[in-house]
C-alpha cells in the first residue's frame, strides 16, 4: 500500500511512521519546510517518535510539500490542525486549504480520511464538496471516511496498534476501504455507520474528560475551604472498584483538544437552536482554574508574609501536560500573564520546554533558580524533576499536581 498523510504533527508523523514500519511506502506532507526540512534528515521533532526509528524506516517514509507527490497513493489521511478562531468559533482554515490542495490531484479509487477532530458532518457537509471539486464523486470515484485519531502524546501503555481505532464511511464500501486501511496499524477496528457518528464518538471521548475534570476542580475549590485534602478524598474515591473513574484536579486543562472541543460541539448545536449549557460550565470552570491558582499563590506569598508584587515566583512546568514540551493552551501561560499583572518576578523551569517566545522567558536553571525563588509552584509534573529535593531546597512550594503527597514538610502548600 502506499500511504499519504497530510499534516505531519502529533498525530500525523506517528501515523506516518506506524504504516512506514509495517512496511508500506508513506508519502508524509507538510506545510512547514522546516517539518519537510527535518525528517529529510530523520531528525524528529515530536517526543513519541524518535529519530532512531525515523532511520531505521530506509526511506520509506519520503516528506514532501508537494501536493502532486500524493496522486499515486491508495489512501491519504488528513491530519491538520482544527483550533478555534478568536471569537472561539471552529477554524476550519487549515482543512479547507489541505482539502482545497488534495482536490487538485486527486484520483480516481483513492481513499480520502479525515483524522482531525471536529464537529458532526463536518466530513459529508464541508470536506466532501470541496474535494469533488475535482470532478470525482464520493462514494462513487473516491472513498471518503472520518476516523479520530486516539493519540496521547507521551503515553507508552498503548498504542497506535493497541488502542481501538473508529471509522465510519460515507458508503459502506468507503468503510470498507478504511476499515482494511486501519488494520495495517490497529488490531482492532470499529466501524460506526456513518463519518457523523464518528466524529461525534470523539467529540464525546473528549467532553467526557473536560466534564470530569472540571467536577474534580470545583470539588478542591470546595475542599479549600472546608479544609479537606482534596488528594485524600480522590484517592479514597478511586479505590472502588466499579461506577467511580479518577480524574485528578489541577491548573487548568490544555492542549490542542480539551480546551477546544466543546466548542465544536456547541457550535453545532447551536444551528440546531440546542444548547450545550452542562459542557459549556464545565468549560467555563476549568477555563477559570488559572485565575483561582494564581489567587492561591497570593494567599500563599500572604500568608508568608510577603506581598506578590516584587515576589519571586518560579514555576516548574509549563506545558500543558506531564512529559511533553507541547505549551498550546498551557494553564502555565495564563498564570505567567496574570502573575505579571500582579508585579511579581517569573521564572520558569520546564526540561521540555527551552523557550516561552512570546512571553521572553527561557527555562532557568533548577539548581540556581530554586533556592532563590519566594514561591515555587509545580505546574506541570514532568517525572524527571527530583520533587523531594524541590522540597528540601525551596523556600515555600506550592503544588498544583498533588507530586508532593507523601513528603511531610512545613513548607509545602497542596491544592
Ligand atoms: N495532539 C493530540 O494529542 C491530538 C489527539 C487527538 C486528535 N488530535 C487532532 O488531530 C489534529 C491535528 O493535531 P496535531 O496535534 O497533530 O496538530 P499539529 O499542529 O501538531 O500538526 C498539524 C500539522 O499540519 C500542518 N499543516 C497545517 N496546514 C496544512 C496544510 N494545508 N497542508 C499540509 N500541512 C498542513 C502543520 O504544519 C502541522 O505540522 C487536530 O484536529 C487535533 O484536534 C490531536
Known amino acids: ?32 519546510p522546516r517539518k519537510v526540512d527535518a525528517l529529510a534528515e530523520d531528525t524528529t521533532y515530536v517526543e513519541d517518535v524518535t529519530s532512531a526509528r525515523l532511520a531505521a524506516l530506509d526511506g520509506r517514509l519520503v516528506a514532501t510539500s508537494r501536493f502532486p ?3 499515486s497513493c491508495d489512501a491519504v489521511i488528513i491530519c491538520v490542525p482544527t483550533p478555534l478562531t478568536n471569537s472561539r468559533e471552529p477554524d476550519l482554515s487549515y482543512m479547507i486549504d489541505a482539502g482545497t490542495s488534495l482536490a487538485a490531484v486527486l484520483q480516481k479509487g483513492q ?31 473516491f472513498h471518503l471516511a472520518f476516523s479520530p485519531e486516539r493519540i496521547d ?29 486501519y488494520s495495517q496499524i490497529c488490531d482492532t477496528v470499529i466501524e460506526v455507520s456513518t463519518p457523523d457518528a464518528a466524529e461525534l464518538s470523539k467529540l464525546l471521548e473528549n467532553i467526557f474528560r473536560s466534564v470530569n475534570i472540571a467536577l474534580v476542580n470545583e470539588l478542591a475549590m470546595l475542599c479549600e475551604r472546608l479544609d479537606i485534602d482534596v488528594w485524600e478524598v480522590v484517592d479514597a474515591a478511586a479505590s472502588k472498584p466499579f461506577g467511580f473513574m479518577r480524574f485528578d484536579p489541577g491548573p487548568g486543562m490544555g492542549g490542542h483538544c480539551l480546551p477546544v472541543d466543546p466548542f465544536y460541539l456547541s457550535f453545532k448545536a447551536r444551528e440546531h437552536d440546542f444548547y450545550t449549557e452542562f459542557i459549556e460550565l464545565a468549560g467555563k470552570i476549568n477555563q477559570n482554574q488559572p485565575q483561582w491558582c494564581v489567587r492561591r499563590m497570593e494567599r500563599t506569598l500572604n500568608d508568608a508574609g510577603k506581598a506578590t508584587k516584587g515576589a519571586r515566583v ?18 502555565a501561560l495564563k498564570i505567567i500573564g496574570l502573575l505579571r499583572e500582579l508585579g511579581a518576578d517569573i521564572s520558569y523551569h520546564d526540561p521540555h520546554v527551552p523557550e516561552l517566545h512570546d512571553l521572553n522567558l527561557a527555562s532557568v536553571d533548577l539548581d540556581e533558580s530554586l533556592p532563590e525563588a519566594d514561591l515555587v509552584c509545580i505546574v506541570t509534573a514532568h517525572s524527571a524533576i527530583d520533587y523531594q529535593r524541590v522540597v528540601d531546597e525551596a523556600a515555600l512550594v506550592l503544588d498544583f499536581r498533588g507530586v508532593t503527597r507523601g513528603i511531610s514538610a512545613h513548607n509545602v502548600v497542596r491544592l
Do not use: N, Q, W
Open 1 to 32: 500500500m502506499k500511504v499519504g498523510v497530510v499534516g505531519l504533527g502529533y498525530v500525523g508523523l506517528p501515523l506516518a511512521v506506524a504504516f512506514a514500519e509495517e512496511g508500506h511506502d508513506v508519502v508524509g506532507l507538510d506545510a512547514d
Open 69 to 71: 507527490d500524493l496522486s
Open 111 to 141: 481513499l480520502i480520511v479525515l483524522e482531525s477532530t471536529t464537529y458532526p458532518g463536518t466530513t459529508r457537509e464541508r470536506l466532501r464538496p470541496i474535494l469533488e471539486e475535482s470532478g470525482l464523486a464520493a462514494g462513487r470515484d
Open 153 to 181: 502524546p507521551g503515553r507508552t501503555d498503548y498504542t497506535i496498534r493497541t488502542t481501538p481505532k473508529v471509522v465510519g464511511g460515507l458508503t459502506e464500501d468507503c468503510t470498507r476501504r478504511a476499515v482494511e486501511l
Open 314 to 331: 518560579l514555576l516548574l512546568g509549563a506545558s500543558y501536560k506531564a512529559d511533553v514540551g507541547d505549551t498550546r493552551e498551557s494553564p
